[in-house]
């Protein structure tokens, strides 16, 4: 007879996390040479401060995030959580990093990005211009 104790303490019943926090983990969605090491590496890169007053991140802002022992900024591109009327979910918690100067890290944006942040207010139109393909 199997002990069903034991059986659910193997399964994890927490939700998954909907919203971009502290410590939530992202996909680096750029060609850039830190990001595809972190992917290979298996340690993907870590948000460890939201530049807004909600401190919930959503598409369009700005993060710092912890990848490879150095610390950098990104924009969001792409969130699991629910999203409005007309706004794309993705599947996976993107961002694309920038540098201190505001220019992308990358050349390349390998996923589509949302078209919405065409409308945002920020430094978008460098990412913008990397980007082959909208949603």
Do not use: W
């Not at 900024?73 to 699991?80: D, E, F, M």
Request: glycine share 8%; charged share 20%; hydrophobic share 40%.
């Amino acid at each position: 007879m199997i002990d069903c104790y034991n059986i659910l303490v193997c399964f994890s019943t927490t939700p998954a996390c909907n919203h971009i926090i502290k410590l939530t983990r992202l996909r680096v969605v750029d060609n850039s040479q830190i990001g595809r090491a972190a992917e290979l590496a298996g340690r993907p890169a870590k948000c460890i401060h939201v530049y807004n007053k909600k401190g919930v991140g959503t598409i369009g802002d700005k993060i710092l995030v912890a990848i490879q022992g150095q610390k950098k900024q990104a924009y969001i591109v792409g969130v699991k959580q629910k999203q409005k009327s007309m706004v794309p979910r993705m599947d996976t918690n993107n961002i694309v990093l920038v540098e201190d100067t505001g220019s992308p890290t990358g050349t390349r944006i390998r996923v589509p990005i949302p078209s919405l942040l065409r409308g945002k207010t920020g430094d978008f139109s460098k990412i913008l211009a990397i980007a082959t393909k909208f949603v």
